[in-house]
């Protein structure tokens, strides 16, 4: 499996990634991007199995991001990971076709919770 | 009607760091924060753009609480105290800190708080002075797994 990680922080993209590892997905192959804009060249390229994005970024939010990718007819599973943790964000997320909203910070348990409904 | 949010108490920022960088955390409460030795502040607003909350932290706090969040190695973080002055990665890395630490206030999920403003370096020290005079305050010591203590204080709005 591929997993695209998109957040700006090349912090955040390494908590990801180790937290992956700890949730038990470190067999699976992981690629990055820093923004919306260079995400959806990776989508293009690479065809990940999933997204997990930051909602906050510079040139393209994860928000457009994701409608843009859900209009090209990809359904790629997409969930965000972010500070955000409104109601009005989830909602806002979900209307737009994510499976899920992972609230930083988050623990390898959060990880496998959001991951493995969508990955069964 | 305007409510000011909660200042978290001791544990529940303990949890919320230790959840965030895998190490352990551990905080109690602390005498006031000099602010002159503030080297790091944000400032978190609501939908309308009022200041609700302010986070600040001596050096000490703000170099440990970037370290942590890469485990930058302890020698850098003791660079940074030395000098009095956050180097580029432990820059980036509170930066990421301080915008997470919107969730640190129970009540910002219904709030909608964001981070509007983060100060680093000196300059923190005058703006955490002039942001804080009328706010209520509580200060804490924090104790993370491999670097030690430093402080930050937590300041809410009404």
């Known amino acids: ?120 | 009607m305007t409510t000011t949010l909660q200042i978290p108490v001791a544990e529940e920022i303990g949890d919320f760091l230790s959840n965030l960088y895998g190490l352990q955390v551990s905080t109690k409460p602390a005498s006031p924060l000099d602010v002159e030795k503030a080297r790091a502040m944000a400032d978190y607003v609501d939908d309308q753009g009022n200041v609700k909350a302010v986070v600040a932290c001596d050096i000490s706090g703000a170099a440990k609480l970037g370290a942590a969040l890469t485990q930058i190695p302890v020698g850098g973080v003791e660079d940074s105290i030395d000098e009095d002055e956050l180097s580029n990665s432990l820059s980036e890395n509170l930066l990421e800190v301080f915008n997470i630490a919107v969730n640190v206030f129970r009540e910002s999920h219904s709030h909608r708080l964001v981070v509007n403003q983060i100060t680093l370096g000196s300059e923190a020290a005058k703006l955490t002075a002039e942001a804080t005079s009328s706010a209520e305050a509580t200060h804490y010591e924090l104790d993370i797994e491999r670097y030690g203590s430093g402080a930050i204080s937590f300041f809410t709005f009404s």
């Open chain 1, 1 to 120: 499996m591929k997993i695209l990680i998109v957040d700006d922080s090349k912090a955040m993209r390494m908590i990801v990634t180790r937290t992956l590892k700890l949730a038990g997905y470190d067999g699976h192959d992981t690629i990055e991007a820093s923004n919306g804009v260079e995400a959806l060249e990776k989508i293009e390229a690479e065809s990940p199995d999933v997204v997990l994005s930051d909602w906050n970024m510079p040139e393209m939010k994860g928000i457009e991001l994701l409608e843009k990718v859900r209009e090209s007819g990809n359904n790629v599973t997409f969930g965000f990971i972010t500070s955000e943790s409104s109601a009005e964000t989830k909602t806002l997320a979900k209307d737009a076709g994510a499976q899920f909203v992972l609230t930083k910070p988050f623990t390898a348990e959060n990880m496998q919770a959001v991951l493995e409904p969508v990955l069964a």
